[in-house]
């Protein structure tokens, strides 16, 4: 397939370039040298184009990168092209279900977090260098008592509960 036209305005494609872009390629048609597909859809790239295609619509999707300024259109192709791929990966929720999943994790490991960091609080209460340097409740401007008493055979764990994360459910990755 030969190309015709001059000037190499940038338009994504080289002079005399052979082969089209994946979009052209998968609609089998001519790549014209200002094909709107070609500077976001390289022809080493086909699985792109062909998401963004059975779930937007190769129509959709070129009139809507011309109703686009240049300059926001590598943009919009690559939402495109995560949330086609999101699609693909669940139909129902796309973008939604991934962020979703996102959000509860942060909500799993915020909740650890917060686990730790109290039990981390609560061992330096236990601690006696803590206790002897007069900062603990039993220092010495708050009782009689020497502070070697606090730590008795007494101390347990504050927290006895384990937190278990499922990572069966959170399954792939959306970036894998």
């Known amino acids: 397939m030969k190309e015709q036209g001059g000037g190499g305005g940038g ?18 048609r001519r790549c014209a040298q200002d094909c709107v597909f070609a500077p976001y859809f390289p022809a080493d790239e086909p699985h792109k184009f062909a998401n963004v295609h059975r779930v937007f619509g190769a129509s959709n999707v070129n009139k809507m990168l011309q109703d ?14 995560y949330e086609a791929n999101a699609r693909v990966r669940d139909p129902v929720y796309g973008c939604v279900g991934a962020i979703s999943s996102l959000q509860q ?3 799993v490991l915020q909740t650890q977090l917060a686990i730790a960091q109290a039990e981390v609080v ?5 601690q006696p260098n803590f206790l ?12 009689g008592s ?4 606090v730590m ?14 499922d990572q069966a459910s959170y399954g792939d990755s959306m970036w894998s």
């Open 146 to 149: 020497p502070p070697s008493k």
């Open 122 to 126: 609560h061992l330096r209460m236990r």
């Open 68 to 81: 686009l300024p240049m300059d926001q259109r590598r943009d919009a192709v690559s939402s495109m092209v």
């Open 11 to 28: 338009g994504g494609r080289k002079q005399g370039a052979a082969s089209p872009c994946a979009a052209c390629k998968l609609l089998r």
């Open 152 to 165: 008795d055979s007494q101390a347990k764990p504050f927290f006895d509960m384990d937190m278990v994360v």
């Open 105 to 107: 994790q942060i909500d």
């Open 132 to 143: 002897s340097n007069g900062l603990g409740p039993n220092s010495p401007t708050n009782s």
